[in-house]
T-cell receptor, first 113, second 114 residues
Framework: KAGVTQTPRYLIKTRGQQVTLSCSPI?????VSWYQQTPGQGLQFLFE???????NKGNFPGRFSGRQFSNSRSEMNVSTLELGDSALYLC????????????FGPGTRLTVT | GENVEQHPSTLSVQEGDSAVIKCTYS??????FPWYKQELGKGPQLIID?????GEKKDQRIAVTLNKTAKHFSLHITETQPEDSAVYFC?????????????FGRGTSLIVHP
């Protein structure tokens, strides 16, 4: 069974631009969660999508948004990029029940200059 | 909101020694406590978890203990091996909207010397 895939793996953007990251969950998984990982703030939860609906949201500004498609693939968008948005963005998928294990992808390394 | 403190930030041991990583949490409503291992260039991987109705759980060389009264939980790795070298994260989770939303500790870099 293929794991969680994220594209692109590396990205360099300029302050003020916007960016879209993609996540393909494990086949059959209906929940996709996004996390931001930085040396300063550690691992922080962004949001979770389940069956195309946002089920939970962390404490991030509205510049961070996401969506999920009918095939469970998910995208995350960050608008008006700031230097502080430089981070590793991880997505994780699970079947969708609270007891289910989350499987993480390798992440997208975003650098904002 | 939930706050998770994790110690130590770095742990260096000799192969064969035991390693212990400790975490404390603040929200008494948290009831699910997973531990993750993250190797360089990879996403975190769940290695063991414990729920609030259990005090201890063991899986081969790895064990986790939970003290709900004191709000702390610990990861114990016995007979460490060089391939155990990685960053380990604890998390405390409460159920929200049908899933568990984790708050992570800052991580412990475990180095196992051959």
């Amino acid at each position: 069974k293929a794991g969680v895939t994220q594209t692109p793996r590396y990205l360099i953007k300029t302050r003020g631009q916007q960016v879209t990251l993609s996540c393909s969950p494990i086949s059959g998984h209906r929940s996709v969660s996004w996390y931001q990982q930085t040396p300063g703030q550690g691992l922080q939860f962004l949001f979770e999508y389940f069956s195309e609906t946002q089920r939970n949201k962390g404490n991030f500004p509205g510049r961070f948004s996401g969506r999920q498609f009918s095939n469970s693939r998910s995208e995350m968008n960050v608008s008006t990029l700031e230097l502080g948005d430089s981070a590793l963005y991880l997505c994780a998928s699970s079947p969708g029940q609270p007891e289910d294990e989350q499987y993480f992808g390798p992440g997208t390394r975003l650098t904002v200059t | 909101g939930e706050n998770v403190e994790q110690h130590p930030s770095t742990l260096s041991v000799q192969e064969g020694d035991s390693a212990v990583i400790k975490c404390t949490y603040s929200d008494s409503a948290s009831n699910y406590f997973p531990w993750y291992k993250q190797e360089l260039g990879k996403g975190p991987q769940l290695i063991i978890d414990i729920r609030s109705n259990v005090g201890e759980k063991k899986d081969q060389r790895i064990a986790v203990t939970l003290n709900k009264t004191a709000k702390h939980f610990s990861l114990h790795i016995t007979e460490t091996q060089p391939e155990d070298s990685a960053v380990y994260f604890c998390a405390a989770s409460g159920k929200s909207g049908g899933s568990y939303i984790p708050t992570f500790g800052r991580g412990t870099s475990l180095i196992v010397h051959p």
